[in-house]
């Protein structure tokens, strides 16, 4: 994923850094992964980034060395996914602080099977590493319109279809969601089952939504309630990655602690934080300036950095800013909210009692996965969209800490719902293209059929023959192509039938490809699938893979 470039700069840690064009794909067939890199080697992966972290362990974190805070990072991962999962699942009585942690993260949705892959990947990765596999729930982000993609009609005649499982409500992170209809939320599966039953008999959303409806009642966020019962079905599954919420890691000390870094050298973090967006919008032949994120602005003394901030009051995430001044920092959303912190040892407790003030600071994207990758994991797998914020964030990694960023893997998988689907090919589509064009320009060569004439047809193939084969020059060729395009128009009119039976094949082929792509989405939620084919698809790939 790291790479060199022409241009390139040399980076704090001494060696040569920049960012390649790397395009990555999800595999479009069913029972495929991706994995990058590959051979995925997780043991040799793990030595050389325990290579990497220690010649780093001396490096200063606004003061305090990266091997402090990894310390510090490795025991509350594992007590803070101990403590969450417990109530729940198993969980071991006791877990060696040394072992490697395997990280993945994503937000609390109920996302497709290859968002999923990940988890059953970092249990094998644990597994065959004598590590701990956790998954980070994203809970900052926003939670989307309360419904899933699915289908109507039956496998002959699919419509796209989508199931709410609630009411709109405020678009605000998912730890912050709260129910609107439970009403809806309690009808879900079976409304799920009732339209999906022509396509799959026995979907996943009937074994897990009476635990996410119990976890709604008893309180929990939505997007931890569908992580419990994700959680809970792995478990079942034989899987022992454990969850734990971003919103948790985000109070802790080590965390806060590269918080209050960046906000010290705010002014230096932006300028190195735009440089490396840019380069990777230049690479990627990007124009849009909010890809992969925006830039990061400064306005009448104001920087902003990569944080969100919301409050009880107003759960919408806005952008946090950060003015210096004599007495220390100043943190605003530069629309209401402000609060004054001191610059010293006293900032990172600060910001850790926040949310006793009722306001939450959170992590954006690649503040967020620097943070888990330097501190809080020995290996991270991260899925294609995390992969390509991290080609940014191996910049930001080399020149705002000075560190060899540590290596990652990138994993998505694609999983099919096990319903057949149309033979048609798009190749089909542009072969009879290629004959209707003919049927116009070329009618002697553009259909395999007998014309309505088969006397006058070869008369007039002879004739245009024979036209082809003494093309005049000006200025008689205006009179010959005028006798050309009469052979054709006659030709034309002879082949009426069988142009018009490739219409009709073509109309049927293009509605066939429709329903084909619609039936081969591998985006539909993982809740829609057979519990069993994919419980087995997904562990046979982890173990492939890994």
Not at 132 to 147: F, K
Not at 176 to 197: C, K
Not at 300 to 311: H, K, Q
Not at 332 to 353: F, H, K, Y
Request: hydrophobic letters at 40%; aromatic letters at 8%.
């Amino acid at each position: 994923m790291l790479n060199l470039s022409p241009n390139a700069a040399v980076s704090m840690t001494g060696e040569q850094s920049g960012i390649r064009y790397h395009r990555i794909r999800a595999p479009r067939g069913h029972a495929e992964a991706m994995i990058e890199p590959s051979p995925l080697e997780p043991g040799l992966l793990l030595e050389e980034n325990a290579r990497r972290y220690q010649v780093a362990a001396e490096a200063s974190i606004g003061g305090v060395s990266l091997a402090t805070l990894r310390r510090q990072a490795h025991a509350d991962m594992i007590r803070l996914a101990m403590e969450h999962s417990a109530p729940y699942r198993e969980v071991p009585a006791a877990i060696d602080e040394q072992m490697p942690l395997i990280v993945s993260g994503h937000q609390p949705a109920l996302y497709h099977p290859g968002v999923w892959f990940k988890n059953f990947l970092i249990d094998q990765i644990a597994n065959k590493t004598n590590g701990l596999a956790i998954n980070v729930i994203v809970d900052n982000d926003v939670a989307p319109a309360p419904s899933i993609a699915a289908l109507t009609g039956t496998p002959a005649e699919p419509v796209p279809a989508r199931i709410a499982y609630d009411e709109p409500g405020p678009r605000v992170p998912w730890e912050m969601t709260s129910v609107q209809s439970l009403d809806t939320l309690r009808s879900f599966a079976q409304r799920v089952a009732e339209t999906f039953q022509p396509f799959v008999d026995d979907p996943a959303v009937l074994h897990v939504w009476p635990d996410v409806v119990r976890e709604v009642e008893a309180g929990k966020p939505l997007g931890l309630a569908f992580s419990v019962a994700r959680n809970r079905l792995e478990a079942a599954f034989g899987l022992n990655t454990l969850d734990v919420p971003l919103s948790q890691l985000c109070r802790t000390s080590w965390f806060c602690q590269f918080v209050a870094s960046i906000l010290n050298e705010a002014e230096r973090y932006r300028s190195i934080y735009n440089d490396c967006v840019n380069q990777y919008r230049k690479v990627q032949g990007i124009r849009s300036t909010s890809h992969p994120v925006p830039d990061l602005e400064m306005k009448d003394g104001w920087i902003e950095v990569p944080f969100w901030i919301w409050t009880t009051d107003n759960a919408h995430r806005r952008q946090l800013w950060v003015a210096h001044d004599e007495d220390g920092l100043r943190l605003s959303d530069r629309a209401g909210w402000e609060v004054s912190c001191p610059a010293d040892d006293r900032l990172v407790p600060t910001l850790q009692g926040l949310v006793e003030h009722g306001a939450y600071l959170r992590p954006r994207a690649l503040s967020n996965t620097t943070i888990l990758r330097l501190a809080a994991s020995d290996l991270i797998v991260h899925g294609i969209g995390g992969a390509k914020y991290d080609q940014v964030t191996d910049e930001i990694i080399r020149q705002f800490y000075g560190i060899k960023p540590p290596q990652y893997v990138t994993a998505t998988a694609t999983a099919l719902l096990p319903i057949e689907r149309p033979a048609a090919k798009a190749d089909d589509v542009r072969a009879i293209d290629r004959k209707l064009r003919d049927a116009v320009f070329n009618p002697d060569r553009a259909v395999e059929v007998c014309a309505e004439d088969a006397i006058e047809w070869e008369a007039l193939v002879s004739q245009k023959r024979t036209l082809l084969d003494a093309i005049p020059e000006f200025p008689e060729k205006a009179a010959w192509h005028r006798q050309l395009e009469e052979v054709n128009a006659k030709l034309r009119s002879q082949i009426t039938e069988p142009v018009a039976r490739l219409r009709i094949e073509r109309d049927q082929l293009t509605h066939q490809l429709h329903d084909k792509q619609l039936l081969a989405s591998r985006e539909f939620s993982f809740v829609l699938f057979p519990i069993e084919r994919l419980r087995n698809l997904l562990l046979d790939l982890a173990e492939k893979e890994s």
